[in-house]
C-alpha cells in the first residue's frame, strides 16, 4: 500500500477541486420528485465536464484515468459536500459488471448512458424470502422465442420508482441446484407488466419499492453473461456494493465526523460545552479513531482491487465495520443532543436542522443493506479467514 500520490493525480486533484469551486451543485430539494431532476441534472454536469467514470474506458464515455484518479474524484466530492450521485447502482454495481462480463454491444448500448444519467438504474436481487439467502431467489423467467418471460416479485428495490433499467436476477432453471439455475438479466424498467409500489421507511423517506413483474418480456439479448450463470455476475455485483460503494460512504462519515466535532463545540449543556465533558470527548476520540481504522482499511481493500481488478470479499470486513461504526458516530450525536434527538427536522428549537437524528434513523439500513451484518461475518470467517462453515 503506497499513500502517497504522483505529481499527475495531484494536477488531477488541483483541477477538480478549481472546477468543483467554479461549479457548486447548489442546495438540494426536500422533495423527492424535484431532487431526482436535480439528481440527473447535477450528474449530467459533471459528464459533460469530463467527470464521471473517471476509470471507465474512454470508448464507453469514460475518462479512462487510473483508480487512483476515481479515488481522488471521490475524496474531492466528499471534500466538496457535493450530493450522492442519482445513480448510484448504474455507476458503483451496472457499469462495472457490464465492463468485466457484458458483451461489445451491451457495453456500447448502455454505459454512456449510465455516466451521463440519461439511464437510471436499479437493483432487483432482494424478495419478500430470499434476502440474506438470494439464491433462494423464486422470480421465474421462461423463453419464448427470442424473449424471458418474467413473473415475480422483488423488494426493498431502492430507487425504482426512477429506474429505467433493473438488475434482475431471475430463476431460469427451476430443476437445477439453487446458484446454477439463475440467470442476470437488464429489465426494461418501462416495459408493459412492471408495477412499482414504494415503501416508506423509519426515516420517512421513500427510497425503497416492491416491483411486481407480471408478464414481462425481456430480450434474450438482455441477459448479461450466460443464462444460468448468472450467480457468478451477482456475487460481482456484490462485491462492487461492499468494497466500491463502502470507500465512497466511508469517506461520507469522515465528513459528518468533522460536523460532529464542530457541533459539539457548539452544543452547550449542563452549563458547559458538549466537547468540554470527558465522557463526549472520549467517544469522539473513539469515532476518530475508528475513522482513520476504516480508512487504511478502505485503502487496503483498494490495493488489492488495483493488483487484482476486481474487489474480493475483503469488502466485507469494510463494509461491515464502516456501517457499525458510522451508527456509533450518530449514537454519539444523539446522546450528546439528550432530549432534543426526539425533535425531528421541522420542529421548533430543533438542534442542527435535525440532522443527526434523522442520519441516525437512515443509518439502520447501512448494516443491512448490501447484506447484514451477520452474513459479512459469516463471509470474513469463511471466505476471508478460510474458517470452517458455520452449522455444519
Ligand atoms: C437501505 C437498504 C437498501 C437496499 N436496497 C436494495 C436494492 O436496491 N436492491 C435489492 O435487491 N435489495 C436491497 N436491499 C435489501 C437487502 O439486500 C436485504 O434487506 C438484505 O440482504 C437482508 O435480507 P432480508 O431483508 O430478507 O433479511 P433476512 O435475510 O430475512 O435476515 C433477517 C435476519 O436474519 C439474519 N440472518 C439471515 N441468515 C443468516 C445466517 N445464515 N447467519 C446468521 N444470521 C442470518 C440476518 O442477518 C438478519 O438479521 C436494501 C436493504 C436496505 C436496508
Redesign the pocket.
Known amino acids: 500500500m503506497d499513500l502517497s500520490y504522483a505529481p499527475q493525480e495531484e494536477r488531477f486533484r488541483a483541477e477538480l477541486r478549481a472546477w468543483l469551486q467554479q461549479n457548486p451543485p447548489g442546495p438540494e430539494p426536500e422533495q423527492m420528485g424535484e431532487w431526482v431532476a436535480y439528481g440527473k441534472a447535477w450528474q449530467r454536469r459533471l459528464y459533460d465536464a469530463g467527470w464521471c467514470g473517471i476509470a471507465w474506458p474512454q470508448a464507453y464515455g469514460g475518462r479512462g484515468a487510473t483508480l487512483i484518479e476515481q479515488v481522488i474524484f471521490q475524496e474531492e466530492m466528499a471534500r466538496a459536500r457535493t450530493p450522492m450521485l442519482i445513480n448510484l447502482?448504474g455507476l458503483t454495481m451496472g457499469g462495472p459488471v457490464l465492463i468485466t462480463h457484458g458483451t461489445e454491444e451491451q457495453k456500447r448500448r448502455y454505459l454512456k448512458n449510465i455516466l451521463s444519467a440519461e439511464e437510471i438504474w436499479?437493483?432487483?436481487?432482494?424478495e419478500p424470502n430470499?434476502?440474506?439467502?438470494?439464491a433462494a431467489l423464486k422470480t421465474r423467467a421462461v423463453l419464448d422465442g427470442d424473449d424471458f418471460i418474467v413473473n415475480g416479485q422483488?423488494v426493498?428495490?431502492?430507487f425504482a420508482r426512477y429506474a429505467d433499467w433493473c438488475m434482475l436476477l431471475v430463476r431460469t432453471d427451476p430443476d437445477a441446484p439453487k446458484h446454477k439455475g439463475i440467470t442476470f438479466l437488464l429489465a426494461d424498467m418501462h416495459s408493459p407488466g412492471v408495477t412499482v409500489r414504494p415503501l416508506r421507511q423509519i426515516s420517512g423517506d421513500e427510497d425503497?419499492n416492491e416491483v411486481f413483474f407480471e408478464e414481462v418480456r425481456v430480450p434474450r439479448r438482455n441477459v448479461i453473461g450466460q443464462i444460468n450463470g448468472g450467480w457468478e455476475i451477482a456475487i460481482t455485483t456484490l462485491m462492487h456494493e461492499r468494497a466500491t460503494l463502502t470507500f465512497s460512504r466511508q469517506l461520507q462519515s469522515r465528513v459528518a465526523l468533522t460536523d460532529l466535532l464542530a457541533f459539539t463545540r457548539n452544543w452547550r449543556r449542563y452549563g458547559r460545552r458538549a466537547s468540554d465533558d470527558p465522557i463526549v470527548r472520549q467517544q469522539l476520540a473513539q469515532a476518530v479513531i475508528e475513522s482513520e481504522v476504516i480508512k487504511y482499511t478502505a485503502y487496503r481493500s483498494l490495493t488489492k482491487t488495483l493488483r487484482g481488478g476486481v474487489p474480493g470479499p475483503e469488502g466485507s470486513i469494510e463494509k461491515l465495520f464502516w456501517s457499525e461504526m458510522y451508527q456509533r458516530i450518530l449514537e454519539t450525536a444523539l446522546a450528546i443532543e439528550g432530549p432534543y434527538a426526539q425533535l425531528l427536522k421541522g420542529s421548533a428549537h430543533v438542534p442542527d436542522e435535525g440532522r443527526w437524528p434523522h442520519l441516525m434513523l437512515y443509518s439502520r439500513?447501512?448494516t443491512?443493506?448490501?447484506?447484514?451484518?451477520?452474513?459479512q461475518r459469516?463471509i470474513v470467517a469463511e471466505r476471508v479467514l478460510g474458517l470452517p462453515r458455520g452449522g455444519k
Request: hydrophobic letters at 35%; one cysteine or more; aromatic letters at 12%.
Open positions: 447502482a436499479c437493483q432487483g436481487f432482494s430470499a434476502g440474506s439467502d438470494l422483488k426493498w428495490t431502492s425503497f439500513g447501512r443491512i443493506a448490501a447484506g447484514s451484518s451477520e452474513i459469516n
